[in-house]
């Protein structure tokens, strides 16, 4: 008797069963029954990587609506004549924390897309 991964829940299930305890997945399915299976998780994978981008916009966003005011300081300054340091702006702070963003959310996204890759 081995553990092996249910193609549904991916979950560690005896081989000897004939359904998985966690999904019900049944291991005596047609062809059809497979393929909507498969059409199912390409669904759920979809889905998962649209919410994903829709955070890359949004981190994007936020970076650029820091950048903004910033700029805007920067430009005041300049026709004042004044000495400016951009580090010191508050602007800085979304700046960062919408890259720093962008950047935890493109790995999760590409765990995500190794994992569905690896379950074909």
């Not at 970076?63 to 951009?86: C, Q």
């Not at 800085?92 to 190794?114: D, H, P, Q, T």
Request: charged fraction near 20%.
């Amino acid at each position: 008797m081995s553990l092996i991964k249910c193609p549904a829940c991916q979950k560690k299930i005896s081989d000897k069963g004939e359904s998985c305890p966690n999904c019900a997945y049944s291991f005596n399915q047609t062809q059809d029954e497979s393929d909507q299976l498969k059409i199912q998780n390409y669904r759920q994978y979809r889905n998962l990587m649209y919410r994903y981008k829709m955070l890359t916009f949004l981190s994007i966003a936020i970076a650029v609506i820091g950048t903004v005011p910033m700029l805007w300081a920067y430009a005041k300054a300049i026709d004042y004549g004044f000495n400016v340091s951009i580090t010191n702006h508050w602007g800085i702070y979304l700046v960062i924390a919408g890259f720093i963003m962008y950047a935890i959310i493109r790995v999760v996204m590409l765990n995500v897309k190794r994992k569905y890759k690896m379950s074909k």
